[in-house]
């Protein structure tokens, strides 16, 4: 039974790779492995900055692009599930709204609640060196979805996002009907730049929680996914997808802090790109793209098993390393071999939180009526 369990685990983890996202076909295995490229690069930047680098150059300031990577791939997926649900059975349907509703909460909260609440339980007892402190007021402040400590910022932004989600399916829907591809455009160029007018990028605060200054990278993950669907399948243009992807990986590397610093002469900066939300929506967009529609080799890059696994943990990883590389750091984890270590204990973390905290809620919907 004991060495049956690792795969069975794993078996059912796999499992659930396909039904992990919301798309169909044989893209969903490369859209996992993007995820776990995802908080793999989130990792490696915290990381870099406790000094257990996982590779020979530091990552530090790389973790903002993996968080907007997270946001393409969450406005992408939505945005087309939605659109290609709308066309089968209505926009006005309710129950598929209430489906929609149902299953952002649940993808959210239970692990979310869990975290705040074991959080506060232990704040409130004093245990020193728990990665969130958080007491009585901070709770309720990150139940509203008004505070954010360390990682935690993103959530208010991310479940913010969903409240406004369906309103942009609806104006793609409509445009669809009533506009050529042209128009739309023009439209998805014209909001973006009401939204930069709005919220600069350049006034956007550390962490911030406010939605506003991160729409541009979900627009960017909206507009991908009303061009996927209007893409043929196969694409004639695989060498061209081809290149994009190479492009937009080359890209992240060339506008990592260090390498930056390197290519420039310059010092590196840490904070560098973390305001350059129109950038890495467009980069990440033109990646996810390149992906489902480029030639195999690209998305083997994304589809082994390894990397999917990660995918699926990515959430519980994202909630959860750092209070792990904490403990592994005040246990006196340093250097390379240390960081891979402490990847692994995460990982495996992961794997447990995902079991029981996120598993069991992955299968409840709403069938639409």
Known sequence: MGKAMPGSVSRRLHEALGRAAPTTGGHVDALDGLRGLAVLIVMASHWSNAGVDLLPWSMSGTGKSGVYLFYVLSAFLLARLMLLRGDRIGMGNARMWADYALRRILRI???????????????????????????????????????????????????????????????????????????????????????????????????????????????????AARIDIGMPEPDPRLRTW???????????????????????????????????????????????????????????????????????????????????????????????????????LSLAVAGVSWWWLERPWRGVRLRPG
């Open 109 to 223: 909260w239970p692990l979310y609640l869990v975290v705040l609440l074991s959080s506060w339980a232990l704040t409130m007892h004093g245990v020193e060196g728990w990665h969130y402190q958080i007491d009585t007021a901070s709770l309720w402040r990150h139940l509203a979805l008004r505070e954010g400590q360390s990682v935690l910022w993103s959530i208010p932004v991310e479940f913010t996002f969903y409240l406004w989600l369906p309103l942009l399916v609806l104006a793609s829907a409509w445009l669809r009907r009533r506009a050529h591809a042209g128009m739309e455009a023009m439209a998805a160029l014209a909001l973006m730049a009401v939204v930069l007018a709005t919220w600069p990028q350049q006034d956007a605060p550390v962490n911030g929680i406010e939605l506003g200054y991160y729409l541009p990278v979900f627009l960017c993950g909206v507009y």
């Open 242 to 344: 081809g290149a994009v992807g190479i492009l937009a990986a080359l890209a992240f590397v060339g506008t990592t802090p260090g390498a930056w610093a390197w290519l420039s002469g310059t010092m590196a900066r840490p904070d560098l790109g973390h305001q350059w939300f129109v950038f890495f929506g467009l980069l990440w967009s033109a990646l996810v793209l390149a992906v489902l529609h480029g030639p195999a080799w690209l998305r083997r890059a994304f589809s082994n098993r390894p990397m999917r696994l990660v995918g699926i943990v990515s959430f519980s990883a994202y909630l959860w390393h750092m209070p792990v590389l904490d403990f592994a750091i005040r246990h006196g984890a340093r250097g390379m071999l240390a960081g891979w270590g402490v990847l692994a």
